[in-house]
Each structure stands twice: as structure tokens, then as C-alpha cells.
DNA sequence: CAAATTTGCGTAATCACTTACGTAATTGTT
DNA sequence: AACAATTACGTAAGTGATTACGCAAATTTG
């Protein structure tokens, strides 16, 4: 018996926890396949950066949707591999910005090459699907934003 | 610009874990808008042994796909708030069996009322959408048994 | 323009798990 | 029956995020 189609939607979080975790792992193990000293976590950054050149903290915070102290602490491990490097702001001397080192630089295309071969694994694995789960999130995460579960939650026991 | 749309599938991972967080905390918010003190993280473990009644932590680890510590942890919560008891079992010295208590078998019933609710908010939440993000879940769950990510990596490298 | 508020960052503690490892009980092998 | 291998459980430490809190710099406002 799987207990966990038996749940069904009151076992979805920690259905999409486990999931996640797999994705995590299944990028770890591509980036040990190339031999490329890169986590999984790091990509959300490191990506950004490429894309941005130079952001503060908090505005990686909010782009990523995670906490600063998150960010601190991922850039903290790319600052130790010398994959980017940090300055104080000049016109605001509470920020600090981030932004990809030399050898950061050098590895990038590597990455890039690697990012865009797990984009069109990913393609084939998510997007040939009838039920597309990027979609599905996407509507989910809007639904959300739009109203609160617990505000859900009150108005249907208010109809029943 | 939202930088996560922009990812799409190679933020996959951040994404599932921030879901599913987001789901949790609902539940959480829930139990509190009940005045009930129960935490979302229970519900896998009370539900299994409401419904098998006894079994032991192993068991109870494969089912629920956890690890086994995780389970201790919850059991010392629950132990902790007397809604289960434990105790080694006859036929194997090494096993250990929890059960709801009988504080516990008295909170099911308000507990199954609410769960049932949630089943009923989620149904509307998550079936009513064009992409159903179960059915997407549990494609991409089967999926992924059938062939690792790897694998599937090193397929269309072979092919390109 | 001084005081109050807000913003950006950093550290510490916490959380819900995990992996790693050790011990005791059971099972399998000869 | 002895010994090896396996299984069940427990503890400790690690992980990748979070919340809580404090300080310093910038901005707002009376």
C-alpha cells in the first residue's frame, strides 16, 4: 500500500519537499559527472549574478524570494571558493555589493553549457507532460497570492 | 522582472521547497484558527497509526518515505504531548511500536474533522486547475523511479 | 535640522529534517 | 551451536534554510 497516494493532498508538502530534494540531488550529481566543484544551492546566485553583474544583498533576498541571512550565507561559500567577490556600496554604505570574480568569470561558461543541457532534460522530463507541474505551480503560487489558505479555509466553512 | 519565471525549471527545486513550506504553515494556521495544539509535521505519522493502529518505527519510516531519526524525533514530540505511547514489542526484542493513546484516540475525531475539511479546500485549491499539480506530482514520481535524472542526462548527451 | 523611522546587513539560535555511526537483537550459514 | 551478516533503534553532528534580534546608515517628517 502507498500511504502517500493515500494522503493525497494532505501529504503535498511533504510530497513536494521530497521532490525537491531529489531535483537538488539529481543537479549534484550532473555537476560531478563534469568533474565541476559547483552545489546545487549555488545556482540561484551565481545565475543571477551572471545575468545582473553586481547586486546587493537584499536585493538577491528579493529577487530569489529567500531571507538575506540565506544569501549571506551562500555567498559566504562562493566568496571561499573565490567564485565571487564583495565590495561596500559607494553610494550607499549599508549595502554591500556581490558580484562574479575572475575565476567566477572563467568557469561561467562552462556552467552555462551545462544549465542549458539540464534546461532541455528538464524540458523533455516537464514540459511533454499533459499535466505540466511548472504550470501547475505557477497557477498555485498565483492562487496563493491571491488569497490565503486560511482565508479559504473560513469561507467555504461560512457556505457549509 | 521576476527572475523565477525567467529560470523556470532550473529554479525547480527552490520553488517545490518553498511550496511546500507554504503549505505547511496553512495547515499550522488551521489547527491554530481551531484552538488545536497540533503541529503540520504530526499529521503523517498520527494518520498512519490511526489507521494501522500499531507499527513500529522502521515500518513506519519506509511507509512514510522518511528516514528513521525523523521518526524518533516526532514520536519524542508526540510521546512528549501524550498523544502516543511506545513500548518494545513481544516478538522482536529490537522493536519499539508506537499507538495513539488514549488522549490521542480522544483528539482523533476533531482531528478527522478538520482533515477533512482541508481535503475539501484543497480539492478546490488544487483539482480544479487546468494543470493539477497531484496528477503532475505523481507523473514526475514515477517518472523519475523509472529512470534517474542522470541517466536521462547522459541519454540525450549521447544523442546530441 | 534634529528626531524618529526605515532599510541593509550580520550574527545567533532554531527547525525539520538528513547522514554517519554505534550497539543490541535477530537471522542465516556451516 | 558458533559466528557472520543483517536489521532495528538511538544518538550526534551536519544541512540548508528559517526567525529573532541588534547595529549602523539612510531617509522621512515635524
Redo the contacts with the bound molecule.
Sequence with gaps: MDLLIELGALAFA?RM??MS?IG?QSVADVYQYYGIDF???YFPLFYYLSQKGEA???????VL?????????????LEKKGLII?KK?A???????LKLSKKGKILLPKLQKIWADVKAVNADLFESRKHNILIALQELEDAWEEKSYLDRFKEFHHLS
Excluded: C, L, Y
Design positions: 511533504s519537499k521530497r530534494e537538488m552545489e546545487a544551492k546587493s544583498i537584499m536585493e538577491i533576498a528579493e524570494k529567500v531571507t538575506h541571512p540565506g544569501i549571506i550565507q551562500i555567498a559566504k561559500e564583495s556600496s553610494e550607499d554604505a549599508r549595502k554591500r555589493n
